[in-house]
């Protein structure tokens, strides 16, 4: 039996109505997963602190280039994850965990906090001010490439991730983000924007999050 022109054009209907449907569902590609590293930190702040460039108590200010990471947590269907909880930890701009295993020689920093435990807004929304990490000695003899930890958090997904900058010539040779081809990752995804600064002194970055959950 020969298929009628009605019926092909009331499947290309059908078709095309599934095309359109697609297309207006956003699908968001997962922030790739990442070690935790050895310097996951031994106390948490007990309240949200989206500064880590002041501690309480002291009237100084942590050593280093000034910036303001934001952005947002979605799932890969782009809704965001209202509320998600995120903790959030760097070196200091010497390349120092405050962390007891670091052998690190580089300084330590009084004035700098290392730590934060955040949560994101209804529009799944975050901020962080600190200073930019310093790069630092890897076990294999190179150098990590500056970058700051996330472990991010809904009621029912985790995310383990490293937050990378725009245009360090290190980035080509460290031992994490330039081996995430290798293991199927993407490190476009792991790489934050530039946006314009807010204040000056303060450089600004954007970094948006997504949870492989639907
Ligand atoms: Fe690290």
Request: charged share 20%; aromatic share 8%.
């Amino acid at each position: 039996m020969s298929i009628s022109r009605r019926n092909l054009l009331s499947g290309l209907g059908a078709g095309a109505l599934v095309i359109a449907t697609t297309a207006t569902a956003e699908t968001l590609r997962p922030t790739p997963q990442e070690t935790f590293g050895p310097y996951f930190p031994v106390k948490t702040p007990p309240t949200h602190d989206f500064d880590l460039t002041h501690l309480p108590g002291r009237s100084g200010r942590a050593l280093g280039q000034l910036i303001e990471v934001s952005g947002r947590v979605r799932r890969v269907d782009g809704s965001p994850v209202k509320g998600a909880t995120l903790e959030i930890w760097q070196a200091n701009a010497a390349g120092r965990y405050a962390h007891p295993m670091d052998k690190n020689p580089a300084p330590l920093d009084p004035n700098f906090q290392g730590v934060a435990l955040l949560h994101a807004n209804e529009e799944g929304r975050y901020r962080l001010r600190t200073v930019k990490p310093g790069a630092y000695p890897d076990p294999a003899g190179g150098l990590r490439t500056p970058h700051i930890h996330f472990d991010v958090a809904s009621e029912d997904y985790r995310l383990v991730a490293q937050m990378y900058f725009p245009g360090e010539a290190l980035n080509e040779k460290d031992i994490l983000i330039s081996t995430m081809p290798g293991r199927h990752r993407d490190p476009a995804l792991t790489i934050c924007k530039s946006l314009p600064a807010s204040e000056p002194g303060v450089l600004a970055f954007e970094w948006d999050i997504v949870l492989l959950q639907a």
